[in-house]
């Protein structure tokens, strides 16, 4: 079993920084694409970044600028650097990847996800 656990959530004021992490542990896997999503209160998930094996990113047009996606394939774990935070980035932060297996192939796991606020 492949899991994903988030991290570096907080509060934070606006223009401020933070790092979240998302770290994969299981067994005899690899790690294909990562992203990371986001739902607001009484909004819809939405894609933030994505990050593929090889390095490539995309990022919604609304962290443009604004957010760097990064991964350590030798250690499994994505970063999202998030600076001049702004109140509307507030949201659960979820990460995202595929993921394949000898056994299973290829399938999707969503981690727990981490609450970033920003307020003053």
Do not use: H
Request: glycine share 12%.
């Amino acid at each position: 079993q492949v899991q994903l656990v988030e991290s570096g959530g907080g509060l934070v004021q606006p223009g401020g920084s933070l790092r979240l992490s998302c770290a994969a542990s299981g067994r005899s896997f690899t790690l294909n694409t990562v992203g990371w999503y986001r739902q607001a209160p009484g909004k819809e998930r939405e894609l933030v970044a994505t990050i593929t094996s090889g390095g490539s990113t995309n990022y919604a047009d609304s962290v443009k600028g604004r957010v760097s996606i990064s991964r350590d394939n030798a250690r499994n774990t994505v970063w999202l650097q998030m600076n001049s935070l702004k109140p509307e980035d507030t949201a659960a932060y979820y990460c995202n990847a595929g993921v394949r297996t000898l056994v299973r192939g290829n399938f999707e796991v969503w981690g727990q996800g981490t609450l970033v606020t920003v307020s003053s």
